[in-house]
Nanobody, 123 residues
Framework: QVQLVESGGGLVQAGDSLRLSCSTS????????MAWFRQVPGLERVFVAG????????RYSDSVKDRFIISRDNAKKTLYLQMNNLKPEDTAVYYC????????????????WGQGTQVTVSS
């Protein structure tokens, strides 16, 4: 029932900005947390940013703090990740995820996932 679809990835240069979108449907939203994760081939999927759907409890990994902003448009039921001052180490497949409860940082805590969108940052 819950469906998440990411978009907005692409190839950019270091220092550029990019905004990822996650279109959501089928959720109850009232007790929902959303998060962005990323994964490099051969490595574990790691937390990037998360928030409750109501906008509370925003949190970021140390590697993206002060550069990325998580937000949502309630009317459009869309989650966003504004990525500023991108660095080559940000290169990864980015996924949005959904769970009931708090925006925890463990990938295994999330029940629903999108298909991912590739972000590549060249130097």
């Amino acid at each position: 029932q819950v469906q998440l679809v990411e978009s907005g990835g692409g190839l950019v240069q270091a220092g550029d900005s990019l905004r990822l979108s996650c279109s959501t449907s089928g959720g109850t939203y009232s007790s929902t947390a959303m998060a962005w994760f990323r994964q490099v081939p051969g490595l574990e999927r790691v937390f990037v940013a998360g928030m409750r759907w109501n906008g509370n409890d925003k949190r970021y990994s140390d590697s993206v703090k002060d550069r990325f902003i998580i937000s949502r448009d309630n009317a459009k039921k869309t989650l966003y990740l504004q990525m500023n001052n991108l660095k080559p180490e940000d290169t990864a497949v980015y996924y949005c995820a959904q769970r009931t409860g708090a925006p925890t940082t463990g990938a295994s805590d999330y029940k629903y996932w999108g298909q991912g969108t590739q972000v590549t940052v060249s130097s």
